[in-house]
């Protein structure tokens, strides 16, 4: 039987099809690979259309922001950008609930305020979530104050003649400084006004 070129042509098709099926993880992954590639050849290229896009699109990804699931995905960025580590899509899902329904604090039980918010606890060395605390809680947890009054944490310092914390950033050419008393005052500073700035 002689094929016509139509059948050949479908033919073709159908064992290309075939093959796409039984081969569909590994084709996934090649792609995944390429797209990754493709990332970081072109950063560049990528950062000035997403920029562009931004820039004209402002008013429509401000509404998609504050849509529940614009809030969802704030939220994912920013707990990716403090080191919060998930293996899946469910386990992310799982920590974002426990964390919309948590109303008291999992350590100290207190109710969240306004200045006293809730706020994500994660282990800083593995990435794993631990708890949804308070601030307070929580800067108590992930700080230790050295011996020799350095504080290990970023921005903040101590002045002696003064006897204040000073927590000092320069951002944008703009420096910002504030001075406490208590030095639990300048790490919720910190904490709010990095926050705030994400
Ligand atoms: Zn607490």
Same mark, same amino acid.
């Given at each position: 039987m002689v094929l016509t070129a139509e059948q050949k042509k479908e033919n073709k098709r159908l064992t290309n099809k075939r093959y796409r099926e039984k081969n569909k993880e590994k084709l996934n992954e090649i792609n995944r690979l390429k797209a990754k590639l493709y990332r970081e050849k072109n950063k560049e290229k990528i950062k000035e259309y997403r920029d562009k896009y931004q820039k004209n699109n402002k008013e429509k990804l401000k509404k998609k922001r504050e849509t529940d699931e614009g809030r969802k995905n704030t939220r994912k960025a920013s707990w990716k950008h403090h080191g919060l580590i998930w293996e899946s899509e469910d386990e992310y899902n799982d920590i974002y609930n426990r964390y919309l329904n948590?109303?008291? &604090?999992?350590? &100290?039980s207190c109710e969240y305020t306004e200045n006293n918010k809730k706020c994500m606890d994660h282990d800083? $060395? /593995? #990435?794993k979530f631990r708890n949804v605390l308070c601030i307070a809680c929580n800067v108590v947890t992930d700080v230790k104050i050295s011996k $020799? $009054?350095? /504080? #290990?944490?970023?921005?903040i310092s101590y002045n002696k003649k003064q006897k204040k914390w000073i927590y000092a950033k320069i951002k944008n050419n703009k420096k910002i400084t504030k001075y406490f008393k208590y030095f639990i005052q300048a790490v919720i500073f910190k904490r709010e006004y990095e926050e705030s700035q994400i």
């Open positions: 948590s109303l008291r &604090c999992e350590k &100290c800083h $060395n /593995t #990435g $020799n $009054n350095r /504080t #290990g944490v970023v921005n």
